[in-house]
């Protein structure tokens, strides 16, 4: 399969298309055919050396797409199914990506890849900031730093 990926840091220009492994879904994994992968700041900072990976490295933390294989263990899941996922070091700039079944979640329908790709880092962050660490109620104020970043935005 092929993956952009990059060997060494610096801009976009580092990233390349290389032919990676095929990959075989282990205990509680499903294999995801790629449609839509997330950008995300941190992506661009592994990308710039800025946070530090094991080179060479394929970015991406979410992606969406259809599940086209299921590792022992699995369910809840089949084969067709529409889905996006979530997890650090997850290596969605490829073709298809390997994801532990409890970080992936069904595409509702009206939802396109594109959205679910998008949305699900900045999502989850926005959801646990309001309502986990501190749950906020009517009457509060909440000041959000970088509204016009995605987890802003969804705040």
Known sequence: ???????????????????????????????????????????????????????????????????????????GFAAGDRVVCYNGGLAAYAEYVLAPADRVVRLPNGVSAEQGAAVMLQGLTAHY???TTYPLKPGDTCLVHAAAGGTGLLL
Do not use: H, S, W
């Open 1 to 75: 399969m092929n993956a952009a990926c990059f060997a060494a840091p610096g801009g976009p220009e580092v990233l390349r298309l290389a032919e990676v492994p095929d990959l075989e879904p282990g205990p509680r994994q499903l294999v995801i055919r790629v449609e839509a992968a997330g950008v995300n700041f941190i992506d661009l900072y592994q990308r710039a050396g800025q946070y530090k990976t094991v080179l060479p490295f394929i970015p991406g933390q979410e992606a969406a797409g259809t599940v086209t294989a299921l590792g022992p263990g699995v369910t």
């Open 129 to 131: 900031l309001a309502c």
